[in-house]
């Protein structure tokens, strides 16, 4: 069971918007503490995507975007294209546990 | 461009340790963290821990207190990560990262070290 919970998954149609839920609660989101984003592709490393909340690291296109608010962030992804079809995972750090804490992740289909 | 290179897969049975590392390709490390986490097989990310290279201090992930322990060899570029009394649960794929801060992110991954834990 992840701290963080996230839809297992999501799809939409090539040139489609999805968006990717993140919740929490108040000893993590809701606690003020940034939340950022990776995306895993089939059998490699995780990759930073969204960092501090809604900061897209260098070569991130920029159809990719998020936000926090609350106890919750979303990931939100415009223009869908086939290889947006992998998994992402929502990250924060929890006061409580005093450690990282993420999302069970959701696995994204482009139909 | 710095990278993090960690060791091979590793072949354990039950109740043993691994020691998985994780070396810098330049000078030195260029962040402040390194952390390590893993993903058992289709499973997502779980958090182990962190070390902070400034200060030579380790911390731990609750569910792995006791189990883990992160140390560095400077000298080496190398940062360590060793979980004893090992059982099959831990089967998983090892990652070691880095970043600037201690609550993440992970802005620099190793590529990943395998460790399966069977009799």
């Known amino acids: 069971q992840s701290v963080l919970t996230q839809p297992p998954s999501v799809s939409g149609a090539p040139g489609q918007r999805i968006t990717i839920s993140c919740t929490g609660n108040s000893s993590n989101i809701g606690a003020g503490y940034t939340v950022h984003w990776y995306q895993q592709l089939p059998g490699t490393t995780p990759k930073l995507l969204i960092s501090g909340d809604s900061h897209r690291p260098s070569g991130v296109p920029d159809r990719f975007s998020a936000s926090r608010s609350g106890t919750s962030a979303s990931l939100a992804i415009t223009g869908l294209q086939a290889e947006d079809e992998t998994d992402y995972y929502c990250?924060?750090?929890?006061?409580?546990?005093?450690?990282?804490?993420f999302g069970g992740g959701t696995k994204l289909s482009v139909l | 461009q710095v990278h993090l290179i960690q060791s091979r897969s590793e072949i354990k049975g039950p109740g043993a340790s691994v020691k998985v590392s994780c070396r810098s390709s330049?000078?030195?490390?260029?962040?402040?963290?390194v952390y390590w986490l893993r993903q058992a097989p289709g499973q997502g990310l779980e958090w182990m821990g962190r070390f902070n290279l400034v200060y030579g201090v380790a911390d731990y992930g609750q569910t792995f207190q006791g189990r883990v322990t992160i140390t560095r060899d400077t000298s080496k570029k190398t940062v360590y990560m060793e979980l004893t009394s090992l059982k099959s649960a831990d089967t998983a794929m090892y990652y070691c990262?880095?970043?600037?801060?201690?609550?993440?992110?992970?802005?620099?991954w190793g590529q990943g070290t395998l460790v399966t834990v069977s009799s």
């Open positions: 330049g000078d030195s490390f260029v962040d402040q963290f």
């Open positions: 990250q924060s750090y929890d006061s409580r546990l005093r450690g990282w804490v």
């Open positions: 990262a880095s970043g600037n801060l201690g609550a993440g992110p992970a802005d620099k």
